[in-house]
Structure formats: C-alpha cells, structure tokens
C-alpha cells in the first residue's frame, strides 16, 4: 500500500510540472504583481495561456506586456511580446492583417535584443504571410534584410540551424526518457490498482454474503413469530366460537313461539327505518352533487374567460413579434446588400447559394500603397490603424459615389474594386475618375502630414479590362470576389504604376482614350506577363465630365 501512494505521488508531481499555469490563478497573480517588471511577465503568461482558448483576450495581454517591455526597455521581452500578438491575430481571419505590423515590430525589437531564433521565427512569419499575398518581391527582400543582418553579426544560418537541431535532439532524447519513465510508472500503478480491485471485490463479496445471511436469518425469525401468533390467535378464536354457540343454543331453548313472532315484527319496522334513512341520505347527496355542478359550472365560465383574455394577450405579443422579426429581417438585408451586390444578394435570399457568373468585360482596380513596412515602423499599432482605416473609408466613399462600381475586399493594405460586374455592357469611364480621386484624396493627406512633419502614405493604382469569373465562396464568414487572369494583369498594373499615378493597359486605354488624357509609357516588363503596353492617365478631358 505505501508503495501504490509513493508511485501516485511520484506520477502527480511528474504531471503537476508539465501542467499549464491555470489562468484564474495567473489572474491572481497579476493582481498580486507590484512591480513593472513582474506585471510584464504574467501578462505574457496570460497571452499564452489564452492563445487557443480566446486570441482576443490573448492580444490584449500580450500588447500589455509589450508596453510594459518597452517601458522599461526590456528588448527581449518587447520581441517575444510583439511576436504573441503577432501569433494571436493570425488567428483571426478578420484581423490576418494586423499580424503583420506586429510581426515587423517582434523582428525590429529581436534585432536590438540579439535574439537569433526570434528573427528567423519573425522572418519566417513575415515572408508566409507575403507569400500568401503573392508579393514575392517583399518576402525575398526580408530574408534578404535578415541574412544581411546575420551575416553582419558573423552568424550564420546553418550555426543557427545547427545548434537548433542539437538541442532539438537532446530535448527529444530527454523526452523520450520521460516517456518511458512514465510508462513504467504508469503500468506499475495499473498493476497495483488492479490487485487492489480484486482484494476490494472479494471484500465486497464476502460483506454481502454475510449481510444476506444476517437478512435471511431474521426473515425466517420473523416469519415463525407470525405463525405463532396465527396458532394463538385461531385457538383463541375457536374457544371464544364454541363459547358463543354454547350460548345461543341455551337462549334457543328458553325462548318461546310469541317472542321469536315479536322479534321478527322488531326486525322488520328496523329494516323498514334503515330504508327510509337510506333514501333520506340519497335525497341529501343529490342536493350536493347539484350545488357541486353548478359550482364547476361557474369555474368553467371563469376558465373560458381567462382563456380569452389569453388569447387576446398572445395575439397582441405575436404581433409585437412579428413587428420586431420584421425589423430584423429588414437589417439582415441590409446588411447582406452591405455585403454582397444586390443580384447576388437575392439569389442567396431565394435560394440559399448564388451561382458563379463570368462577365466578359470587367474592370479591377488594384491599389497598394508604397513602403508601407517602413511607414509602420514609425507608427504605433494603434496609430497604423487609424491612418489605414481613413485612407479605406476615403477610398469607399469615393466609389460609392459611382453606381457601376463594387467593392471586392482590401488585402493588408491592398484595395480592389471593380466595375462592370453585371449583365449589360459597361465602360470604366467611372472607375478611372475614382482612381483619380483617391489619388487626388491622398495627395491631400501628403501636403497635410508633410506640414505636420508625420509619415504619409503614397500609393500605386493599377487597372486593367477583361473578362472574369464572380461568385460566393464559403459557408461562415463568406465573400464575393473575382478570379481570371484579368485579376492577375491588374496587380502587375499596379506593381508597375508609380506612386501617385494611374497606370492603366491598352485594353482599358482603347475604351477611355476618348474621355480621358493619358501619357503613353511604352512596353514594359510584368512579371510573368512579358512586354505589355501601359499608360499613365493624366487628367479628364475638357467637357467630358460627368453630368449633374
């Protein structure tokens, strides 16, 4: 038995260690915490522990550990905080965006703090995420940044590879030693316990049997006990029986013919006194039962009339329902419209999905904005967002202004929209007078922060024409977009367009050359595309305006 407890305490201590911190108790801990420092570190322990259970709370612990970490210039723990928050938005899909930025300050902050593996889990993250946007120029310019800064530090990647792997090998060799360790304990307990079983079973067993014995034997005490008592009884009886008869037989005897006429006329006026109270007492329970009748009566027209005022209620509250269904009926509308174009929005309605459509003549618009990483660098998170949230609410504004064209999404701090996404023909003399105005729009922003002395944001338009496939993709969370190499020739419009300006192809120049002043570039090389012609729009032709 001591050995069983030794074993147990062994294996509990053993799991105790591996255990995660309990959240509730770090909670506590953090209101214990009195210095900077200390706060600093249970609340990257929080952000941790919230990492798979709440990555909104987790964020917000680790942006707390983070201030706290470069409020007392803590470097490494500015990196490692920078990088949960990182890790904590890109479990987000509506945030993946954000990730970026922070993703940027952990590898900024590991570089001041020396911390190798950091930088290349940053890199790492930081190139994904570009490759997934498809900006592989970007992504190959952070490792390059990041192999400069190793190799300026006389480090190499393939020491760091190196020594990772050799502490990833010892640290397996270790854990597989503690694996087997615990197995061992494991079986041995196992062991124990079932020996354990069957000694408790067999204790039960015999507890049982003995209880049953005990119970069986009283049952048949009880038992004799009654039938005693029946024999006494039923004696009893038969005494006090032949006694009665003794009697009877000698009061037989002495009484005589009249007495016996006597007591049968006696006999008869009784019985007759009996009937006469029976129906007495009938007459009696029928007044009742009809003054029970009438009283159910009462109720029951009580009860009718609750019902009624019930119903009355329950229609006045079902219209008041209906009433408030309705609105928000009318709110899911509009926020589907919000979503979805309004064609696609009605067929989701009806029935339940939206098929796939292609239009022939499209035209994207692709917006990015120029040295955006190193523009976030200067700016908080709080304040990148701000700046980044005026730009897009500018840019929905100006296309809302402009029926033919629809917002697809924003991509980090990428724009798309388009135009012509429906059944009749349309030209993108719209589209390139937005893109103008978000050009003009940012321009203003730049003169203003230029005057503050702030960093401004300049960025590149694109747009091309050709034909696209539109629909709905998924089931939670779903979204309108538009595939087709139309799509693909638009971002290299963009990736070669300047800041400030449009640049647009020849497929889109021949339908706006008319209204529009453009300045020829020339053949240039896209990526993936060859030589492609390209022009930059300058301004609107004179008298060609949009009419009021």
């Not at 004696?235 to 009697?247: L, M, T």
């Not at 007044?287 to 019902?307: E, M, N, P, R, T």
């Amino acid at each position: 038995m001591n050995k069983l407890l030794t074993l147990l305490l062994l294996l509990t201590v053993s799991a105790f260690s591996f255990a995660q911190e309990s959240i509730e108790d770090l909670k506590k801990e953090l209101e214990q915490a009195n210095s900077s420092k200390d706060r600093m570190y249970v609340n990257y322990r929080l952000g941790e522990a919230y990492m798979r259970v709440d990555s909104d709370k987790s964020v917000a612990y680790g942006k707390e550990a983070y201030r706290l970490a470069d409020q007392i210039n803590n470097l490494g723990m500015a990196a490692r905080s920078a990088y949960l928050v990182g890790q904590a938005y890109d479990r987000q899909r509506d945030k993946e965006r954000y990730s970026k930025t922070w993703y940027d300050t952990a590898l900024a902050s590991a570089k001041k703090a020396g911390d190798s593996d950091l930088i290349i889990k940053s890199v790492e993250k930081r190139s994904k995420i570009e490759t997934k946007d498809r900006d592989y120029r970007e992504a190959y310019h952070i490792v390059e940044e990041a192999f400069k800064y190793f190799s300026g530090k006389g480090t190499s990647i393939s020491d760091l590879e190196s020594r990772y792997e050799q502490e990833k090998v010892k640290l397996e060799r270790e854990k597989r030693q503690l694996e087997s360790e615990r197995q061992r304990l494991t079986g041995e307990i196992e062991s124990l316990l079932n020996e354990k079983s069957t000694l408790s079973t067999d204790k039960d067993r015999l507890e049982r049997r003995q209880q049953q014995l005990v119970q069986e034997k009283a049952k048949v005490e009880e038992e004799i006990n009654e039938k005693e008592e029946e024999l006494a009884t039923v004696a009893e009886a038969k005494e006090k029986a032949e006694q009665a008869a003794q009697s009877k037989a000698r009061e037989v005897k002495q009484l005589s013919r009249e007495k016996l006429e006597q007591e049968a006329v006696l006999k008869t006026k009784e019985a007759e006194l009996a009937k006469a109270s029976l129906q007495a007492e009938i007459s009696k329970n029928q007044q009742k039962l009809l003054l029970i009748l009438a009283g159910f009566g009462v109720l029951f027209a009580l009860f009718l009339l609750v019902l009624f005022l019930s119903a009355r209620r329950s229609r006045s509250r079902l219209a008041d329902k209906n009433k408030i269904i309705k609105q928000e009926q009318e709110r899911s509308d509009e926020l589907l419209l919000n979503i979805l174009p309004q064609p696609i929005a009605e067929e989701l309605k009806h029935y339940g999905k939206a098929q796939p459509r292609k239009y022939d003549q499209v035209t994207v618009l692709f917006s990015d904005f120029k040295n955006f990483t190193k523009i976030s660098e200067q700016l908080s998170p709080e304040e990148l967002v701000a700046e980044l949230d005026k730009c897009f609410k500018a840019f929905d504004f100006i296309i809302s202004q402009y029926d033919d064209i629809e917002k697809i999404k924003t991509i980090g701090d990428a724009y798309m929209c388009a135009s012509g996404l429906s059944e009749r023909k349309t030209i993108p003399h719209n589209l390139v007078r937005a893109a103008l105005e978000m050009q003009e729009f940012l321009d203003e922003q730049k003169q203003e922060k230029m005057r503050l002395g702030r960093p401004f944001f300049e960025a590149r338009i694109g747009i091309h024409t050709g034909s696209v496939v539109a629909g709905v993709v998924g089931v939670n969370k779903f979204a309108y977009d538009i595939w087709g190499d139309t799509v693909n020739i638009a971002a290299r419009m963009e990736a070669n367009s300047q800041e400030g300006r449009v640049n647009i192809s020849d497929t889109t120049y021949r339908l706006i050359k008319y209204k529009f002043e453009c300045e020829y570039r020339g053949k240039v090389q896209a990526k993936n595309k060859g030589l492609i012609d390209m022009y930059f729009v300058k301004k609107e032709a004179q008298g060609t305006g949009v009419p009021a």
